[in-house]
């Protein structure tokens, strides 16, 4: 069984950064769609980045482009979410998703969720 647990979540100023990690656990393959997404309470979920392994590619979405980096780490089973010049409204539950065999991160067809880090960013 897959299993995906975040960590970093914290408190953070405006202007700050935080580094999210997620461990995984459980994968038995190396074709894999890792997503990070947020929620505001009472909202959508909202994508921040796909990390695809069969294209070697990570994607982003343009609200965190250029602020946010999501990487791999192979030997640790970690995914990582660099958060640089945190806003306000960058304020969310953060979790990981993964989709197996998967080449893109849709919220609704990811098939293990992490229970979510809290990062709040205050003005």
């Known amino acids: 069984e897959v299993q995906l647990v975040e960590s970093g979540g914290g408190l953070v100023q405006a202007g700050g950064s935080l580094r999210l990690s997620c461990a995984a656990s459980?994968?038995?393959?190396?074709?894999?769609?890792i997503g990070w997404f947020r929620q505001v309470p009472g909202k959508e979920y909202e994508g921040i980045s796909c990390i695809v392994s069969s294209a070697g590619s990570t994607y982003y979405a343009d609200s965190v482009k250029g602020r946010f980096t999501a990487s791999s780490d192979n030997a640790k089973n970690t995914i990582y979410l660099q958060m640089n010049s945190l806003k306000p409204e960058d304020t969310a539950v953060y979790y990981c998703?993964?989709?197996?065999?998967?080449?893109?991160?849709?919220?609704?067809?990811?098939?293990?969720w992490g229970k979510g880090t809290l990062v709040t960013v205050s003005s």
């Open positions: 459980g994968f038995t393959g190396d074709d894999y769609a």
């Open positions: 998703a993964a989709k197996i065999s998967g080449d893109v991160c849709y919220y609704y067809d990811m098939d293990y």
